[in-house]
């Protein structure tokens, strides 16, 4: 059976960041993750959340980096400095909520840019950070993300987040994987099914939403349910991460909602 955890900067967002462990602990959720949202609050008033509900913080996002609209800096030549502030920062906060799971976001850059150094940049980025992550007891990720949500992003496809993660193995680094989207596959290359069994080695953390929109997995053209049965029948033993907003996503009740598609795994 699938397990699945809480993304608290999509749902719960009924109630303020802290009280929002204790809303999907009473959902019936064991495990939450973050995006960059994960930095409003102080790295310790964010574990002391998670533990006083006693949820699991499974993972949440590198900090974007400085700069209007920027979505990560590990693929920009010339901002390494940078980049590796921002691991010290990531540390900072997974020494507090005591996470498995950093998604190292590899970031865009808006007109034309030379992609093939983007991507040598941000390997060369990960072969620098993965040592210092696994001292933190950290596994690195790359998250292919569609490009009607992130236009340019590096890392759009499954098979350019699997050339990443052979390139930073190949120096003999092995904390690093994927983090597989369905929503963003669906949108970027399709053919879930194949796509899922064939990088499955390298995927680390599954993410789970609707689409078109990041929708309540009910709704919309991707049909979860076979989805879920695949995981479970290839053996994916991860966490599946709920990234979706609810309707009336401020409104009281909002996410118990939008988990009526939930109740057989014991949510809602």
Not at 100 to 123: C, K, M, N
Request: aromatic share 12%; with cysteine; net charge negative.
């Amino acid at each position: 059976m699938p397990k699945f955890a809480a993304n608290i900067g999509w749902l719960a967002q009924e109630v303020p960041m802290l009280e929002r462990f204790q809303l999907v602990r009473d959902l019936g959720f064991a495990a939450v993750e973050c995006p960059i949202s994960v930095y409003d609050e102080e790295a310790s008033a964010m574990g002391d959340a998670a533990k006083s509900a006693g949820v699991e913080f499974v993972l949440f996002n590198s900090p974007p980096g400085s700069g209007e609209d920027s979505y990560g800096i590990a693929g920009l030549k010339g901002r390494e400095a940078e980049f590796q502030d921002t691991i010290g920062t990531a540390i900072d906060y997974a020494k507090e909520l005591g996470s498995t799971y950093l998604h190292v976001l590899s970031g865009w850059q808006p007109g034309d840019w030379d992609r093939e150094e983007g991507f040598a940049t941000f390997i060369d980025n990960l072969k620098w950070a993965c040592p210092v992550l696994a001292e933190a007891g950290l596994v690195a990720l790359t998250e292919p993300i569609n490009w009607h949500a992130r236009p340019g992003y590096l890392v759009g496809t499954t098979a350019e987040g699997q050339r990443v993660v052979d390139g930073v193995k190949s120096a003999g680094h092995d904390n690093i994987g994927i983090q597989y989207d369905f929503h963003n596959a669906q949108i970027m290359e399709g053919d879930l099914a194949r796509t899922f069994e064939k990088h499955l080695p390298d995927i680390r953390h599954v993410q789970i939403a609707g689409n078109p929109g990041r929708l309540p997995p009910d709704e919309g053209e991707i049909y979860y349910p076979f989805l879920f049965d695949l995981c479970d029948r290839l053996g994916f033993d991860g966490w599946l991460g709920l990234e979706y907003a609810a309707h009336d996503k401020t409104q009281p009740g909002a996410t118990k909602a939008s988990l009526k598609w939930a109740t057989a795994y014991g949510l809602g």
